[in-house]
């Protein structure tokens, strides 16, 4: 017992640099204190221990973010980083001496004339954990905004076990279409929302679903970007045995966020878990979005992430797919290895050239 | 600190401000970008105590989802200061902290990417006790080796480095601790001039020691309430009743037994102790003072008492003729850790004197025989394979105690602790210096107990569900939750951290024809080597043994002769 964690340490400290390891292995310690074996989440903890940032309107790296609240309903809040607004020097009455400038009226400018992303980004946690103002996400984002010219759209879903199926789905559907109502958030000569879906984990798994409901409304979707995106199944795969537990992630974990996430007396093959399993839909035909979907070699779920890509496939729609076969979860949190500049140069061209 | 004078790196993130931190050259960026403020010469460290904060964590089941959360009512300091949160964490998770032993060494891989700095303060001084202790252990196995092999001159200069290695480690607690006794034990056998070393001390004193044993763990407890709660079952039915304790001490087993005689529903039986214990030297006999304290208490619970003290420093030395059994009378013998001084070496010819005591038992036709032993092999004939046995049992042992000590606030039980640790010294001391007759400490498993006890035509008992619930429950009141008990063929062990130290089982041999023969040696080998058919022939033999006595014949007659006092109560 105490012989297999070490056997399991060592793995795991091989496969990554060390800060990246004690960031991962932080995580999982914190987190296994957090989920109760009854199902509840210690969320005070949890929000306690969290490291969260501000919101910063003063450009850092040529960035900058704000927060705006979009649905008062659900209280739901989404974080918009873009780039650090030009000023027309030409036009006197926007210079930045004049006393009627408006900040916010900058902050909401597009951010060129030409076509620009916007990136909707559902962040990662297992749909428990994290927030739109994690520190690893606004970093994240902030590099997409910088990687992409985008502007990206973080949102701040509502999470289980407090809030299940559907609610973090309405919250990502409901941020596109807040999105598609933003004059500034239109570009080019048709004026259009050249949005993309994209999100790490749970935040992958979002991203799909609400993909889908984009399609049954109408709204195109310019790509998604999944990475190492959260699915499952009732049955165990091979991947889930060999890896349970060796990288930083452990079966029982993934069970109890599934359980806390899906309505009460599903199982993992309800369509969220396994959208291409026994309760899934049909894409053939739709207007699904073009896919980038990015799979770790050494994360236990990879045999539903590539059940995925194959469900995609199957249903004829456009999906590539980037395997990194020495990664872990969390590759893309800290920029210390090959597989996250590798990754993010292939998100680079895949949002440049759908745009 | 570093050459940079610059703050946002100390305060930057508690603000909120999303710059880039303007970090003093030890801050691991990356991480700071994170929310964490790490010192890159920490990372080791940090990563270290992470495992062990996982360890901690884990519980017996393995089972992270099982995880008692006490972190819920922990107090959380900052977590940015991630070293600081991990400890503060693993000191409300593992206030004792586990011997190095149990941990694996830093990992080559990360050699690299430990930044040399001058002060490596905490980080080097971890990873330095880290190896102290796995050197230690090793330089201790090749002592060992060279003394078996008689290399007395290398022996001694490896004792020499582990002295010196024990003045840098922590000897409070763990591996250096338990090292520090074993150090002790292997000077002593070389340097000593005669190997009873270890049988130093005064039966009084060695009373004291087993005394504070008693109270720093629950061995003893164990062993005490187990043999109780068996003795307490044999004897229903029965009005008089006759207990064997061979081996009285201050008579710590005795007053839970009167006092649930005395609640026994239909009355309490008329009660007989016959204590065994070492003569006094100085004239007093401290047999029958114990008997005194007994009887009041037997009296003031209205049960009928008697008390015979037998003095004897050996229990071969004893004659059944000595406990006086009556006829009519339902007997109990009760062994707590004595039988095993009565084995010799396994590879010497000839009887031990435990044959002839095993039979002598036998013959007094008890209901009931109690036995608990230590679970360990300190009997094997190769000094090396004993001494690491050893090493390994006596570890268990003071992790356990030290986990004891950690969780308990009273002075009084600090103290039973430190002295516990000198009762268990003399016991490492027999087994590591003493050879042949001298040694006395040799401990052996239950299964060969088990296989003894057959071969001498006792019958096991079963110790029963309820012994098992009980004896669990006995252990909640003791903190440092390691401790576990477990049932085996219907005996009871209990260990620390699913490691057993000590074993109870119960037979009886009042049942069978006296001119019975004992059972045989194949039958012996059917129970111990085929388990999945040990349950039919034992079934073979048992009802072999109930068609050939059909009368249970239980008159005796006994010799009248008495050398000692009885004490009545009542």
Known sequence: MAGSNEVNANESKMAVPLNTWVLISNFKLAYNMLRRPDGTFNRHLAEFLDRKVQANATPVNGVLSFDQLIDRSTNLLVRIYRPAPVPDSEDPQTSPSSATSSIFSSLISPPSPDPFPVIIFFHGGSFAHSSANTAIYDSLCRRFVSLCNAVVVSVNYRRSPEYRYPCAYDDGYAALKWASAQPWLHSGKDSKLRVFLSGDSSGGNIAHHVAIRAIESGLTISGNILLNPMFGGQTRTESEERLDGKYFVTLQDRDWYWKAFLPEGADRDHPACNPFGPNGIDLKGLPYPKSLVVIAGLDLIQDWQLAFVEGLKKADQDVKFVYREQATIGFYLLPNTDHFHEVMEEIKCFVSSNC | ?570
């Open chain 2, 1 to 570: 600190m570093g050459p940079y004078p610059c703050g946002s790196a100390a305060t930057g993130w508690e603000g909120g401000r999303s710059e880039a931190p303007c970090a003093a050259p030890e801050i691991d960026g990356l991480l700071a970008g994170a929310g964490y403020r790490v010192r890159s010469s920490d990372l080791c460290h940090v990563a270290q105590r992470l495992e062990r904060l996982e360890s901690a964590m884990v519980g017996s089941s393995g089972n992270h989802v099982d995880f008692a959360h006490p972190a819920s009512d922990a107090v959380h300091y900052n977590p940015s200061d991630l070293a600081a949160w991990v400890d503060s964490m693993l000191s409300e998770l593992a206030p004792a902290d586990p011997g190095p032993a149990r941990h694996a060494p830093a990992p080559d891989a990360w050699e690299d990417q430990i930044y040399s700095q001058p002060q490596r303060a905490v980080a080097a001084r971890m990873e330095e006790e880290e190896d102290s202790g796995i050197r230690l252990v090793h330089l201790l196995m090749s002592s060992a080796d060279a003394i078996q092999r008689g290399d007395v001159a290398l022996a001694g200069s490896l004792i020499d480095e582990m002295r010196l290695l024990l003045t840098r480690v922590n000897t409070g607690f763990g591996i250096g601790k338990v090292a520090g006794y074993f150090v002790d034990a292997l000077t002593r056998r070389l340097f000593s001039a005669s190997s009873a070393a270890a049988a130093s001390g005064s039966p009084a004193e060695y009373e004291i020691l087993y005394h504070h044993f008693y109270e720093a763990s629950p061995y003893l407890k164990f062993a005490h309430f187990t043999a109780n709660q068996a003795i307490l079952e044999a004897f229903e039915g029965h009005d008089r009743v006759h207990v064997i304790d061979f081996s009285l001490m201050h008579g710590l087993q005795w007053p839970a037994l009167i006092q649930a005689l005395a609640l026994r529903p239909g009355g309490p039986p008329a009660l007989r102790l016959t204590g065994i214990g070492p003569p006094s030297p100085d004239g007093r006999d401290s047999l029958r003072e114990i008997g005194l304290r007994l009887a009041e208490l037997a009296r003031s619970v209205r049960v009928r008492f008697a008390f015979r003290g037998v003095a004897a420093n050996r229990l071969d030395d004893v004659r059944p003729w000595m406990l006086q059994v009556a006829p009519g009378e339902a007997v109990a013998v009760n062994s707590v850790m004595q039988l095993h001084r009565l084995l010799s070496d396994p590879d010497s010819p000839g009887p031990a004197p435990i044959d002839s005591v095993l039979a002598w038992i036998r013959g007094l036709r008890p209901k009931i025989i109690t036995v608990v032993e230590q679970e360990a092999d300190h009997n094997k004939p190769g000094f090396l394979d004993r001494f690491t046995e050893a090493l390994f049992y006596y570890s268990t042992v003071f992790d356990s105690l030290e986990a004891g000590r950690a969780s308990c606030s009273g002075a009084q039980q600090q103290q039973s602790t430190a002295v516990a640790e000198v009762y268990l010294q003399r016991e490492i001391r027999d087994i590591v210096c003493c050879e042949g007759p001298d040694r006395a400490e040799r401990h052996e498993p239950l299964m060969r107990w088990r296989a003894r006890m057959i071969r001498a035509g006792l019958r096991p008992v079963h110790l029963g569900s309820n012994a098992f619930k009980q004896a669990r429950m006995l252990l909640t009141l003791f903190s440092g939750e390691g401790y576990c008990v477990e049932e085996v063929d219907g005996c009871l062990t209990l260990g620390w951290h699913s490691r057993p130290l000590i074993a109870a089982s119960a037979w009886r041999a009042d049942d069978f024809d006296e001119d019975a023969r004992p059972i045989p040696d194949n039958f012996i080998f059917n129970s111990i080597s085929n388990t999945n058919e040990s349950n039919s022939s034992i079934n073979n033999n048992a009802a072999m043994l109930r068609r050939r006595n059909s009368n249970n014949n239980n008159s005796r007659s006994s010799d009248s002769s008495s050398q000692q006092e009885s004490i009545h109560g009542m």
